[in-house]
């Protein structure tokens, strides 16, 4: 049986994510799926594995169902398959921030970066006067990354707010590119910048994920693989499988 997953998040106001866990978990466990969850007063964040219907199902009462009313109108999704299904179980837990940042002016919902297409991406960091700058944790970055981007050497996303403040300077890095993932650290990171004073940042809409979906390899300036938060480890162009799922073990989520 081939498994359909779906990576999605959102920033929205979700007063209530306290009162959500049960319904959403229940929903899930209706459908047989298996992955992580994570709900905040900001907002969603996730990735799900199961039978492709059901995934279907899911994404369906997330964007439309009674569940959120219509507060989750605006889902940063992507989708893949895998061979075996690569969660053990399923996990909807109640967290401080869908991503940790532990900046309280980095609010997405209010100002965040310009995106930028994966078809646009290429130019965007070929050109000069670009700082290309991944902010993945330091293991991520050894399995792959984009030609000559920056490495932060961070092990966890809330160590970025000390890299920004010890490396990067508003007068000296005019135009910035940032990329993570699938696009939810970019949010934070681009907003916390914002508030900082930097002009220019962009970000990778849907993030690696949706560049190596959509970019042919003869195109692409990606190298490496894209490590992933479940037993599939790591994605290749194409989105296919290319890791080991031992390797996997050790690997707490962080997007």
């Known amino acids: 049986m081939i498994h359909k997953v779906a990576a999605f998040y959102q920033f929205a106001a979700l007063p209530d994510y306290r009162a959500l866990r049960e319904p959403l978990r229940a929903f899930c466990a209706g459908l047989a799926l298996k992955g992580s969850v994570l709900l905040a007063q900001e907002g969603i964040n996730g990735t799900i594995a199961g039978a492709p219907e059901a995934i279907d199902a899911f994404v369906h009462e997330l964007a439309h169902g009674a569940l959120f009313g219509g507060r989750l109108n605006n889902l940063e999704l992507k989708f893949s398959t895998a061979e075996a299904m690569p969660f053990g179980r399923l996990k909807v837990r109640l967290k401080k921030e869908i991503v940790t940042l532990g900046d309280e002016a980095a609010d997405p919902t209010r100002q965040v970066g ?138 707490g989520r962080d997007e």
Not at 122 to 127: G, P, Q, T
Not at 168 to 173: F, G, I, Q, S, V
Not at 193 to 211: C, P
């Open 114 to 251: 310009t995106y930028v297409e994966a078809s646009e991406w290429n130019a965007l960091i070929a050109a000069p006067d670009t700082l290309v700058l991944d902010t993945r944790n330091a293991f991520e970055v050894a399995m792959g990354t984009f030609e000559g981007a920056v490495d932060p050497e961070i092990k966890s996303f809330g160590q970025f707010k000390d890299f920004a403040a010890e490396q990067l300077d508003p007068a000296k890095h005019r135009r910035i590119a940032m990329f993570c993932t699938g696009g939810i650290r970019c949010e934070k990171a681009s907003a916390h910048l914002l508030a900082r004073g930097f002009a220019e940042v962009y970000h990778l809409k849907g993030g690696i994920l949706k560049y190596l979906e959509e970019v042919p390899e003869a195109q692409s300036r990606w190298r490496g693989e894209c490590f992933v938060f479940d037993e599939r480890v790591a994605l290749g162009h194409g989105l296919r499988e290319r890791g080991h799922r031992e390797q996997a073990l050790g690997h």
